[in-house]
T-cell receptor, first 113, second 112 residues
Framework: GEDVEQSLFLSVREGDSSVINCTYTDSSSTYLYWYKQEPGAGLQLLTYIFSNMDMKQDQRLTVLLNKKDKHLSLRIADTQTGDSAIYFCAETLSNFGNEKLTFGTGTRLTIIP | NAGVTQTPKFRVLKTGQSMTLLCAQDMNHEYMYWYRQDPGMGLRLIHYSVGEGTTAKGEVPDGYNVSRLKKQNFLLGLESAAPSQTSVYFC???????????FGPGTRLTVT
């Protein structure tokens, strides 16, 4: 079955880069996602990557995908206090991209002033 | 657009009571989902719907029922609440040709 794993906690100093890691088990994943959950709120899509890509960059965010190792990472450059949140990686086997996501446990990112 | 809204925001139930959580979306999305979020376990899919009048089971459907009588609404019912159903429940919706699920703000349910 599908399983997505993440570390539960990460602390980073303000201004440093944050790297949040995720491993998944299903090599048939078509899309992989990073969602952000701020306190008391629902999840919001940060970025996604198609399985035939190795890297995607979007302003301060860089996503790296290693299909051989089934490893996904999210790098946030110049981390700010507003980046404090829980970050979820997710995968889908669907060709349509948004059906039946399987979420990881979430990584709580804490920013140290 | 309000996006995805959930009613109520908070609820406390006694074991054995029943209730219905309402999810509404105004984006004309075909797909809708109900998840539960528990500490250290991420989000788990309870039920989902790919269109009005259709529903399907997700990863953890036991103890829950759903209905999608109108395209914009997706109801989650707890027939006989149990303490194990204490959780935060999230509804989401998505178009069939997009990449994003849009989430509601969540309902925090406590069963005593």
């Amino acid at each position: 079955g599908e399983d997505v794993e993440q570390s539960l906690f990460l602390s980073v100093r303000e201004g440093d880069s944050s790297v949040i890691n995720c491993t998944y088990t299903d090599s048939s994943s078509t899309y992989l996602y990073w969602y952000k959950q701020e306190p008391g709120a629902g999840l919001q899509l940060l970025t996604y990557i198609f399985s035939n890509m190795d890297m995607k960059q979007d302003q301060r965010l860089t996503v790296l995908l290693n299909k051989k190792d089934k490893h996904l990472s999210l790098r946030i450059a110049d981390t700010q206090t507003g980046d404090s949140a829980i970050y979820f990686c997710a995968e889908t086997l669907s060709n349509f991209g948004n059906e039946k996501l399987t979420f990881g446990t979430g990584t709580r990112l804490t920013i140290i002033p | 657009n309000a996006g995805v809204t959930q009613t109520p925001k908070f609820r406390v139930l006694k074991t054995g009571q029943s209730m219905t959580l309402l999810c509404a979306q105004d984006m004309n999305h075909e797909y809708m989902y109900w998840y539960r979020q528990d500490p250290g376990m991420g989000l788990r899919l309870i039920h989902y719907s790919v269109g009005e009048g259709t529903t399907a089971k997700g990863e953890v459907p036991d103890g829950y029922n759903v209905s999608r009588l109108k395209k914009q609404n997706f109801l989650l019912g707890l027939e006989s609440a149990a303490p194990s159903q204490t959780s935060v429940y999230f509804c989401a919706s998505s178009p069939p040709d997009g990449y994003e699920q849009y989430f509601g703000p969540g309902t925090r349910l406590t069963v005593t």
